[in-house]
């Protein structure tokens, strides 16, 4: 399922191939995405330039003259772009393609979890749409820091593992970047979130950019063939001190490392160097 790092990764794929070309045609293969994509997309969109690709949590946002298309990548989803001379043919899950100018820009989803739509400018500031309303803070953001992961979370009795995963905190965040990042910082996963001091959420908002920064690099990596929908992930799973290495030794102290279940979702830590 691709996380904050391939969409990172694919926006800065998509910015660096279209921005400033202009959309001179989109056909739409099959609209039934997780919601259908509006009928009224490809007209709204068709002759506008392209200013910018640019990403809020899991969500692309290509920012067009008159509006904004929002496009999330679900379970499976993945854009590649093509010039027009050298395209393949259309793969099966290829639902849509825009034309920019001699390139073509492809949206595949296998799974169809993924979304396309369209939101003008008349109706106000795409980040207020409600899919990106409630969007925790960004991690590469100067307002995400220690002071700030403080305040949020005085009286929240919820472990702090679980409250990274919900997104309402920090956005973006899945499974492999919370477990390494709670490594990283040296907290437990099951700490309630209001015991946590301020001086180690600054150590764990340093954690998370730091492990976000390896994965978007690992990902920058393969770039001109673009991310595909697990690619970064399985990646970084190489290069990860916890995540997947029940029994191993943690890589600071050499204590095995553990694994239980956390809300459905698989957590390690080591038990001796991670303090609740
Ligand atoms: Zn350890």
């Excluded at 220690?146 to 965040?173: D, N, Q």
């Amino acid at each position: 399922m691709p996380e904050l790092p391939e969409v990172e990764v694919t926006a800065r794929a998509l910015a660096q191939r279209l921005d400033g070309r202009r959309v001179d045609a989109v056909r739409i293969y099959n609209r039934q995405l997780r919601w259908r994509i509006p009928a009224s997309l490809a007209r709204a969109v068709t002759g506008e330039r392209i200013e910018h690709v640019s990403r809020r949590g899991k969500y692309l946002l290509w920012h067009l003259d008159s509006g904004v298309l929002i496009s999330h990548l679900g379970m499976s989803g993945s854009w590649r772009v093509h010039e027009v001379q050298s395209a393949p043919a259309r793969r099966p899950h290829d639902h849509v393609e825009f034309s920019c100018e001699g390139a073509l820009a492809r949206l595949n989803d296998p799974r169809r979890f993924g979304a396309l739509l369209w939101h003008a400018h008349s109706r106000g500031d795409v980040l207020r749409h409600p899919l990106l309303a409630n969007l925790g803070r960004e991690p590469f953001d100067s307002g995400f820091d220690g002071p700030w992961l403080f305040a949020a979370t005085r009286g929240r009795k919820s472990a702090i593992k679980p409250l990274l995963l919900a997104g309402k905190l920090v956005a973006g965040v899945g499974n492999i970047y919370a477990t390494e990042s709670l490594f990283e910082a040296r907290i437990h996963p099951k700490t309630p979130a209001e015991r946590i001091s301020q001086h180690r959420y600054e150590r764990l908002a340093q954690a998370i950019r730091r492990v976000l920064s390896r994965a978007i690099e690992l990902g920058g990596s393969t770039l001109r063939d673009f991310a595909g929908a697990d690619g970064v992930d399985g990646r970084y799973t190489r290069f990860a001190q916890a995540y997947g290495r029940e029994a191993l030794p943690c890589p600071r102290c050499a204590t095995p490392i553990r694994r239980w279940v956390q809300g459905q979702r698989a957590t390690y830590f080591c038990p001796r160097c991670q303090r609740l």
